[in-house]
């Protein structure tokens, strides 16, 4: 499945920000420890959060989400932590 299904959003899909979410995050190339983090978040909103105002944008880059059946790459996080029906407050300065 692609960063974000765009058929789906075309046929008026609403993603769950409720859900459970499940990001998994590579770590620097140039790190020798842990190849990769894995966190479980009870809420997607909360999983977005984190990977775009906490994960360092490098790793953000190589990072995916996983809510339910749906796979989304760093470019499809930042696109649903953008969305006007992104339900937390963001931070005010927030560079892609």
Same mark, same amino acid.
Do not use: C, T
């Given at each position: 499945?692609?960063? %974000?299904? $765009? +058929? *789906? @959003? @075309?046929?008026?899909? =609403? /993603?769950?920000?409720? *859900? $459970? *979410? #499940?990001?998994?995050?590579?770590? &620097?190339?140039?790190?020798?420890?842990? @190849? &990769?983090?894995?966190?479980? %978040?009870?809420? +997607?909103?909360? +999983?977005?959060? %984190? +990977?775009?105002?906490?994960?360092?944008? #490098? $790793?953000?880059?190589? @990072?995916?989400?996983? =809510? #339910?059946? &749906?796979? /989304?790459?760093?470019?499809?996080?930042?696109?649903?932590?953008?969305? !006007?029906?992104?339900?937390? =407050?963001?931070?005010? !300065?927030? &560079?892609?």
């Amino acid at each position: 499945m692609g960063a %974000f299904d $765009q +058929a *789906a @959003a @075309a046929e008026g899909e =609403v /993603f769950d920000y409720d *859900a $459970q *979410a #499940e990001l998994f995050s590579a770590r &620097s190339r140039k790190s020798s420890r842990q @190849a &990769s983090a894995y966190r479980r %978040f009870d809420r +997607a909103a909360d +999983a977005i959060r %984190f +990977a775009i105002e906490d994960l360092p944008p #490098e $790793q953000l880059l190589r @990072a995916h989400l996983q =809510v #339910e059946e &749906s796979r /989304f790459d760093g470019n499809g996080i930042r696109r649903l932590y953008e969305a !006007a029906e992104y339900p937390l =407050v963001r931070r005010d !300065a927030v &560079s892609p």
